[in-house]
């Protein structure tokens, strides 16, 4: 996947995430600059490789909140049935 298809991906990250792909980053390259607003990486001065770990890392984190999401329902539905006697209809 190219840098440019991995940005809108990036920007769904929280401040966290951020920083691991920041770590990745930092495994390749010494060069980016650093701002108020954040920390900026020429494409340019990556290799594939670090795309290609930044993209299995962005998976991840997608696949983990959506487990975590699935364990949101399901402890709703727990919860209504412990509180009602009957099961919800999510």
Do not use: W
Not at 53 to 78: M, N, P, T
Request: with cysteine; charged share 35%.
């Amino acid at each position: 996947m190219s840098a440019e298809k991995l940005l809108p991906l990036l920007e769904k990250l929280d401040q966290n995430e951020h920083e691991q792909i920041f770590k990745i980053v930092r495994k390749y390259t010494n060069e980016f600059t650093r701002s108020d607003t954040g920390v900026y990486v020429s494409s340019k001065n990556l290799p594939m490789e670090s795309l290609l770990e930044i993209e299995r890392y962005i998976a991840f984190c997608f696949d983990q909140r959506a487990h975590l999401e699935a364990g949101d329902v399901d402890r709703s539905k727990y919860e209504k049935l412990a509180k009602t006697g009957k099961p919800s209809r999510f």
